[in-house]
């Protein structure tokens, strides 16, 4: 029986090895231990073993220059050398073949199109996705695939984590909500409490300003003809 990586364990050196890179170090397999035990408190030899199994399954890609080890993301693999198919062993040779076929392979659409085509109120159990998946003759170059399976986990693992699916328990659903990658909307549905000040273009400020002495001499011709009209008022009371 084959021995396959746990998907969670694989998602956390996959997290290991982008936080390595953002300190500009390479993701060597002792600094990816380190920061697996630190982060999740498992021990280095179990770490080690996992890293070794998502290389085997194609989850992780080792690559070796003048003599180091490094391992990649295979979904954004960056910039990393060639390496020889005489530096991997016999029993990596074929998984590595046929995680590389499936590189390029959107498993987001994949997952998605499963969800939906199984039309389960509740949402879909990833075994009722791979069912559905293997179903479809289209995709058979995918699904016989010797690593679909370890690939199909992983998806659906980073489909959550990416806000494309929501988990309740075993079921998975799609997001439909218009979230981003951390889970907040996208677009606020109301206007915001104050509105910043809006800035006049040249001819629209001579206009204001036409129609704001215009206005001006209104107001004087009225004070004049009220104020020249008080006296009169005065006199026929006088008169009285």
């Known amino acids: 029986m084959v021995k396959l990586a746990n998907p969670l364990y694989t998602e956390w050196i996959l997290e290991a090895i982008q ?15 380190h920061a697996v035990c630190a982060s999740h408190g498992l021990d280095k030899k179990t770490v080690s073993e996992q890293l070794e199994l998502s290389v085997q399954d194609g989850s992780i890609l080792k690559v070796t220059n003048k003599g180091l080890a490094s391992y990649k993301d295979p979904d954004n693999p960056g910039r990393f050398s060639s390496v020889k198919p005489g530096t991997l062993p016999k029993s990596v040779k074929g998984s590595r ?14 997952l998605r199109r499963a969800i939906e085509g199984l039309q389960e109120p509740n949402g879909s159990s990833l075994k009722n996705i791979e069912k559905y998946l293997r179903s479809q003759n289209d995709l058979a170059s995918i699904f016989n695939n010797p690593v679909f399976q370890q690939r199909l986990r992983l998806g659906a693992k980073r489909a959550v984590n990416n806000g494309r699916l929501l988990k309740d328990g075993p079921q998975y659903r799609v997001n439909y909500g218009n979230l981003d990658s ?3 909307p996208k677009y606020s549905s109301a206007f915001p409490a104050s509105l910043p000040p809006v800035s006049l273009l040249p001819h629209e400020k001579d206009q204001v300003s036409v129609e704001n002495e215009g206005k001006s001499r209104c107001e004087n011709k009225i004070q004049i003809n009220d104020y020249s009209s008080f006296p009169l008022v005065l006199y026929e009371v006088d008169l009285l």
């Not at 170090?25 to 990816?32: G, L, V």
């Open 19 to 33: 936080k390595v890179k953002k300190q500009k170090q390479r993701p060597s397999e002792e600094r990816i231990c």
């Open 97 to 110: 073949g046929a995680s590389n076929e499936l590189r390029n392979v959107d498993w987001n659409k994949l």
């Open 182 to 184: 951390k889970g907040t």
